[in-house]
Every structure is written in C-alpha cells, then in structure tokens.
C-alpha cells in the first residue's frame, strides 16, 4: 500500500478521524488478529480511508465512533457529502451502528415511540434535545418557553457535538434521539450523515386539530412536513435515504411495524417494545407538563380511531400540508407488509 500524500496535513488540512473497533476474528492493520481500535482518517483532499499513513480498506462488521471534534466545529468529511466517512463505510461492507435521530412533527405519537425505544435494552433516549436551541433562535411562543431556555443547553450544534461524543463513550447501549424536525434551524447539519435517521409522519387531518389546542397560530412550519420532505430528499440524494414511518400505520398493528422498522435500522426487536408503564418518565422533557398529558395515561400503542369532522378554519392550512405528507407517505412502512407479526 502507498502512502497517502495527504497523511500528515492534518492541521493545514483538516483531516477527520475516526476509531473502528474490529470484532474479534478480524484482521486489523498489519495482520493483527482479534479485538483491536484501529485509528482512520478522511483528508480533505482524499476520498479514501488512512491507515498508519497508508490507504487500506476497512474490515467485516467494525463498529464505528463518532467523528470528533476539531478547533470548536464540526467539520465534513470531505468535500462531497456523499463520500463521508459513514456512506464509504457502508459502501466497503463495514457494519456501522450509528445513533438514530427520530425527525418527526408535534402530535405525531412522537412520546409513544420513544418510550416504546426505551424498553428496548440495547437503547438508550433523550428527549428533544435541540427544543432549547429552536427557542433561542426562532423566538417561537411556545408553553413553557422560560423554563425550557434556562434548563436546556441552547447551542445546537455543541448539544449534538456531546450526544455524539456520550454514544461514542456508551457503545453497548445505541442513542435513540426524538427530535422535532422544525428544530432544524441554524445547524451545522453534517452531523445528519453520521446518524440512522428516521422520519415520523402523520396525516395533517388528524394532527392538525390536536397541533392548534397549543399553537392556535400553527402555520405549516410549525408542523414539520415541508422539512421533513427536504430531509428525504438531501439525504436520499447523499445515499442515505431515512426510513419513514406514518403514526396510523403503526397505530393499526404496531408490532408488524415496529420490527420492520427495527429490521431496517439493524436493531433487534423486543416485544417489550409493545408497552411500558403509566406515568411521567425520567426521559420526559421540561416541558412535558404543556404535552405530554395523553401519553402519561398510556401502557402502550392505542389503537388506530378514525377521527370524524374537521374544523373549517384549518382548511387552507391543511390544503398546504397535504402534499408534503403525500409525498412522504408514499415512502412510509405499512402494516399491512409482509412481517414476522409474532
């Protein structure tokens, strides 16, 4: 193998590292057998991994960490956002179990889901983590704005910097990270091709009524949809195309999509998934006094209800929304696919 001309330019040049861990009966750099952390970083101006100052690929079921930090940012890989470290490494056959972001709007079964994840033991969650930074930027009326701004770190991008950096520090429990999409205002956004990431949807019809007990002034940002569509599409676009999942369609049979769910972001399912206790949580936000009301009464997925009328004063609002939740939707697992449902 040769040198890699760029190896050693890592201050003028910004090389990026990260740490595979080899499972053992690989080989690591240099013929080494058995377990072993094996130091690789990306150059600007390289498309290909470094290994000891040489170019080499990567070995069979490695598990990555997390990129680090460098100068106070968050740095991209490389030039192209398709070719950074966690697409080459899927594209050489390394098994990357990387954290999993929950993109989802309000009112969307949101809290359910993520109580659901904790029960999973291979899990561990945090709640909306970037409320606090979509307060002080945006200014947003919401219930509890005071509160959450004093008792959140409201740097967005330092807060995802220290979730990346506490699951490298935590391998053995995989982060389950429920965010809201319209939190996504002002951010370093480099850090979405280094997560597993899902999109939470559900139809405006349903969500609207409940969204504006709330926000009264609710407008269509506010709701997630168009930023969840623009999500798809950038990531899908960089080869990493996030899984859908739409609320009634885990509503109608919440096993059969909960483990194709799990089958598509490589994580065993549990049927304690399926339930968990009443009552606040300690993962509950700040702000789950002005939300969480409904959930807290819950031991598990309610069953899928229709839900008749719909007031005439959201209309425009819903016309707005609808084709972004359709194009969404045409993407989203369904309960009635093919699944174990056992």
Known sequence: MQPCEHARDTEENSEYERLYHCDPGNHGPAGRQGPSLVKLTWSSHCQEPICDGAHTGLYETARAVRLRRQKGRVFTCVRDLKYNPATMA???????????????????????????????????????????????????????????????????????????????????????????????????????????????????????????????????????????????????????????????????????????????????????????DAGARPEDGIWAPHWYHAVHQSTGFAPYQVKSGFPDHLQVLLDECRPWYEQLFAHAIRADADGEDS
């Open 90 to 276: 899927t594209q050489m056959g390394v098994r990357v179990l990387e954290p999993i972001c929950l993109w989802s709007g309000p009112r969307n079964v949101s809290t359910a889901l993520m109580y659901s994840f904790s029960r999973n033991d291979g899990i561990r969650v945090v709640d909306e983590p970037l409320y606090g930074h979509y307060l002080r930027v945006t200014g947003a009326s919401h219930p509890g704005h005071e509160d959450i701004i004093a008792a959140m770190n409201c740097d967005g991008d330092a807060v995802m910097h220290d979730l990346l950096a506490e699951a490298d520090a935590m391998p053995d429990r995989r982060l389950f990270m429920k965010h809201m999409a319209h939190h996504l205002v002002d951010l370093d956004l480099a850090f979405l091709h280094m997560t597993q990431n899902i999109l939470l949807i559900r139809d405006p019809r349903e969500m609207l009524p409940s969204l504006t007990i709330q926000l009264p002034d609710a407008g269509l940002s506010d709701t997630g949809l168009k930023r969840q569509w623009e999500l798809f599409v950038t990531l899908s676009d960089a080869g990493r195309t996030p899984v859908v999942l739409d609320s009634r369609e885990l509503l109608m049979n919440p096993r059969r999509v909960l483990q194709q769910l799990c089958r598509q972001i490589d994580l065993p399912f549990s049927k304690n998934m399926l339930s968990w």
